[in-house]
């Protein structure tokens, strides 16, 4: 066998645990489909595709139409596949070797995994016990290490916690490299950091069409930036990344604007259902901003409650093994049958001894999807 990378020996590869239940709310995607009428414009274009041809290698279509919708300019938004791959060329460009790339834990794993694989070093903050970021924090993490690039997520997963606009500023002020604010669940929040981005600060705003698009499926995903700092990442991304379908998919997507948005207001809505009705079962919640909810089983284990759930046939995140986030469980935001079978579920998973669980096979859970 010939040997990894040394730097990449202790790092693990993603993990998302697959199991086959009724109701599965694990993986932060829309609980709907998009609407028959874009499937019909998808389906309508994809057969007019010439197929032995390369896509437009600039996706300048769907550039133009994403910055139509923020009111930018296309020069400032930069495409690819899922906001995964965004992230990656954005390090690959302004990280690598001798580089440093901050975070504030809990955050999204990927930011550091994807740091660690540029061979970046990655320094990690620490938000407090409530899950929210102290500005003496962000200033100690930018004074001490000088990042090149520090990230922030807003809404924050798996904590669901909108940072406040100051906060940003904050990494603006302090910061002597690029800012990143990832921004996947925008959308379900009450206020967005795109209005602050200009060709005279070093920040970018990532977005994906996974969530509130309900486009998981295609994997696309874009950010928006200063013009130079687009220009440069063409230097480090793959000849035509982008496949000519998922141009046009992103591209119609953005024709059902109003879709979207109701969408949004329905899982809004389940979200602070979902909310109260774990508080009225004594369990401590997270604030959240996003299609998800963060909430701790005080008084029970965690990973028993996540297996509990399991035997019932309903999948919810197991963050109780994560650093930082002791006993703790995610639930994605589904349709209102699936969040009030949750519900239930849960009411008799706590109802049961712990003891039950611990005697019955645990299913593997890994990873950090978001």
């Known amino acids: 066998m010939i040997p990894v990378r040394d730097d990449l020996r202790a790092l693990e590869g993603y993990h998302s645990a697959q199991v086959d239940v009724r109701v599965r709310l694990n993986t932060n995607e829309s609980p709907t489909p998009p609407p028959d009428a874009f499937r019909d414009a998808v389906a309508a274009e994809v057969s007019k595709v010439e197929w032995h041809r390369y896509p437009d290698r600039a996706a300048m279509a769907l550039r133009v139409a994403i910055a139509e919708s923020h009111g930018v300019d296309a020069a400032q938004v930069f495409v690819a596949n899922g906001s995964n791959e965004v992230l990656q060329t954005v390090l690959l460009a302004y990280a690598g070797p001798g580089r440093v790339v901050a975070t504030f834990e809990p955050t999204y794993q990927m930011h550091a995994q994807i740091a660690r694989i540029t061979g970046a070093t990655v320094v990690e903050g620490e938000r407090a016990e409530d899950f929210t970021l102290d500005p003496a924090e962000v200033e100690r993490v930018l004074t001490e290490h000088q990042p090149h690039v520090v990230f922030l997520t807003s809404p924050n997963n798996p904590t669901g916690l909108v940072e406040p606009a100051d906060r940003v500023q904050q990494l603006l002020d302090l910061a002597p490299g690029l800012v990143v604010v990832d921004e996947a669940y925008a959308q379900f929040a009450d206020w967005t950091a795109l209005d602050m981005v200009d060709d005279d600060t070093p920040l970018v705003v990532t977005r994906t069409f996974s969530k509130t698009w309900s486009m998981a499926g295609a994997r696309l995903g874009y950010l928006i930036g200063p013009t130079w700092l687009v220009a440069e990442l063409k230097k480090v991304v793959l000849p035509y990344h982008l496949d000519t379908v998922k141009q046009i998919a992103g591209r119609l997507a953005l024709r059902y ?50 297996q509990g759930l399991v035997d019932r046939s309903v999948l919810i995140r197991d963050c109780s093994g994560w650093p930082r986030l002791a006993n703790c469980l995610r639930v994605t935001v589904g349709t209102r049958d699936e969040n009030s079978e949750f519900l239930t579920a849960l009411s008799d998973v706590l109802s049961a001894s712990s003891a039950d669980f611990r005697s019955r096979p645990q299913t593997e859970q890994n990873g950090a999807d978001r």
């Open 257 to 306: 604007a109003e879709d979207m948005d109701d969408r949004v207001a329905q899982i809004v809505a389940e979200r602070g259902r979902i909310s109260s009705e774990l508080e009225a079962l004594g369990l401590t919640v997270i604030p959240s901003g996003a299609n998800f909810v963060l909430f701790r089983p005080d008084g029970h284990d965690g990973r028993a409650v996540w």
